[in-house]
């Protein structure tokens, strides 16, 4: 097995699914949604509900929460607290279940979408080994995860300032917290998703049921995970700076071992 | 050695229980066709998935372009082209963007690649299906398309796995003779597999019968269909003279085996061709009119029936017995004696 990457075959593995999942509408629609629904439509929602109702009294929620972080929101005005805590710090943690969901729906295309589709067996008589054909897969499922989140991210800053502004007055979007969560923690976290739904997809022998189990058994054991983790992203930004490294080490601890193991006999195998 | 393309000894693949291939041993010379035929389940496609890497052997030895494939796969797959069954297309895309992702996996700069897309697609007739999405075309335009891309980057050896199902007839013929002119004149070696004997027979230098993964019969045709029959079948049409004493006459001649009548026709069972012609001298100096002499070469199809028609014969699978080199390998004869083979060609 040669040593170097041949990354002109990786990147043209990468082109062609990229390419093909933007035309496919039955992947882009449930990969768009809900990142929709969360980038957009609940930012919109907490302003209007803020700058429509009265001060909303946030002090037992902020009772609960880290004297450091709580201190900067209690000497807010008090209609801008209800704001600045759940735009600012709450949602943070749910953003990390979108690189997650994304990179899910296209790893279970990946392999299992090939095999469906009956293209898979193209991709294995050409001069691509075993582990590039792995990190390429890997990288297809990555990058538009990572670029969902990040775009979002970008439109959930405007959204959420613009809807704010009534209360807010000012841009208090990107928060130290919102930027260690979108650059770090939620790359790693797709990357950690993919390590099991990669590997999941090579088995499977449709999308369907690579999303089934999947979606079903593994992502819901990665989500309980990241919400048990997610409380501590609350207290300090060094912590999301620590946890996001200990879930870069376990990803690509996955994928290096995914890429070892990956074979195209096995796959050939079940076709 | 350098002009051999293809060289597997004991070649043994199982899937758990299943024997998918067993003990092949098999030799082609580089520009040779060779034809893979056996029903389905064979282990024709198991065969081609062995020899380009796809597929780890359990047990046995093979090369490829003097390549291991075990050893070096990505290697010997820049060597060689692959038309699987399916014409394995992504819908999705347009014929000229599956034709170049795999242009750039290979590793070819992207405007030769998309010259050489053009010209192949323009070869298949499928220039105006270019830009289009493949979710649109038919089965044969898909066959087509994947032929295209098998030939992108000119290889050595091509695995062609039922090249022209789908097609209708002119691009049967095309196709055909876009096989022959790859073997004749550019070289190439072609394993094709095929359920078309008509179209073996036209092309392959080489037939390989397999049935349940077990090698039945390896070989040229010509030497395999002299090992399975006795003599060359040949018939003579006349008229002017006595059937029996025309019958006689041929019977008495060296190098004749058999002769049966059948009205004016003697059906004729000779050693080799020149004993047809002898017979033609003495019969017209006999004063026979001869309307026809036709001596018959048995064919790709006809051999491929008798060594069906021996295993069936025999109610069970022979032993494979592989063979090496050019020696032809071909089942036990049948306990009948042997007989024309009238069957139907496919």
Redesign the interface.
């Known amino acids: 097995m040669?040593t170097a990457t041949?990354w002109?075959?990786v990147?043209?593995?990468v082109?062609?699914d990229i390419?093909?999942v933007k035309?496919?509408k039955a992947v882009v629609l449930p990969m768009l949604l809900l990142p929709a629904v969360m980038l957009l439509g609940l930012p919109v929602v907490i302003g209007i509900l803020a700058a429509g109702s009265g001060p909303m009294n946030v002090e037992s929620l902020l009772n609960g929460l880290p004297s450091n972080l709580a201190e900067p929101i209690v000497s807010l005005p008090e209609r801008q607290q209800a704001v600045v805590l759940v735009l600012g710090y709450l949602i943070a943690p749910l953003f990390l279940i979108i690189p997650l969901m994304v990179s899910a729906v296209l790893a279970a295309d990946a392999f299992a979408g090939e095999k469906e589709?009956?293209?898979?067996?193209?991709l294995?008589?050409?001069?691509?080994?075993n582990r590039d054909l792995y990190l390429a897969k890997l990288l297809s499922a990555f990058l538009p995860a990572v670029a969902v989140s990040w775009v979002g991210f970008a439109c959930y800053l405007v959204v959420g300032n613009a809807s704010a502004w009534p209360v807010m007055h000012r841009l208090f979007l990107p928060t130290w917290l919102w930027t260690a969560v979108i650059l770090w923690l939620s790359p790693a976290v797709a990357a950690f998703g993919l390590g099991i739904m990669v590997r999941v997809s090579a088995r499977a022998r449709t999308s369907q049921e690579a999303n089934q189990l999947g979606g079903t058994v593994i992502l819901p054991l990665v989500l309980a995970i990241v919400a048990q983790t997610s409380v501590l992203l609350l207290a300090e930004l060094w912590v999301t700076l620590v946890i996001g490294a200990i879930v870069w080490s376990v990803a690509i601890a996955l994928n290096v071992r995914g890429a070892r193991r990956f074979a195209?006999?096995t796959l050939?195998?079940k076709l | 050695m350098a002009d051999v393309a293809i060289r597997t000894e004991g070649l043994t693949r199982t899937f758990g229980a299943q024997v998918a291939l067993a003990d092949v041993s098999i030799e082609v010379p580089r520009g040779e066709v060779l034809a893979l035929l056996g029903p389905n389940g064979a282990g024709k496609t198991t065969t081609v998935r062995l020899l380009n890497a796809v597929l780890d052997p359990d047990a046995g030895t093979m090369r490829v372009l003097g390549i291991d494939p075990v050893a070096a796969p990505d290697e010997l797959r820049r060597h060689t082209g692959v038309l699987t069954e399916h014409a394995g297309l992504d819908d999705r895309l347009t014929a000229t963007e599956n034709l170049l992702a795999v242009a750039r996996i290979r590793g070819m700069a992207i405007e030769p690649a998309r010259r050489r897309i053009g010209e192949l697609l323009e070869r298949f007739g499928m220039s105006a299906r270019a830009d289009q999405r493949v979710a649109g075309a038919s089965t044969g335009q898909r066959k087509r398309i994947a032929l295209a891309r098998s030939l992108l980057h000119d290889p050595q050896v091509l695995f062609l796995d039922e090249p022209t199902s789908g097609l209708d007839p002119a691009a049967i013929r095309d196709v055909v003779a876009m096989i022959d002119s790859l073997a004749a004149e550019h070289g190439r070696t072609v394993i094709l597999c095929t359920h078309f004997l008509g179209e073996a027979d036209e092309l392959a230098d080489r037939m390989a019968i397999l049935h349940r993964g077990h090698l039945e019969a390896f070989g040229r045709p010509a030497d395999l269909a002299a090992g399975l029959w006795t003599g060359i079948p040949a018939s003579l049409e006349l008229g002017g003279i006595e059937p029996d004493v025309a019958a006689d006459l041929v019977r008495s001649l060296r190098g004749v085996i058999e002769v049966t009548v059948d009205g004016s026709v003697l059906t004729l069972q000779i050693t080799e061709r020149e004993v047809l012609a002898r017979a033609v001298r003495e019969l017209v100096h006999a004063g026979a009119d001869v309307f026809a002499a036709r001596p018959e070469t048995r064919t790709l199809s006809d051999v491929y029936f008798e060594v069906e028609r021996r295993r069936t014969g025999h109610g069970s699978t022979p032993d494979p017995r592989s063979s090496s080199g050019t020696q032809p390998h071909i089942p036990p004869p049948p306990p009948p004696p042997d007989t024309r083979n009238t069957q139907a060609r496919s």
Do not use: F, Q
């Open positions: 040669s041949d002109g075959a990147r043209a593995v082109w062609k390419t093909a035309r496919s589709r009956r293209t898979i067996e193209t294995l008589h050409l001069p691509i080994s195209r006999n050939a195998t």
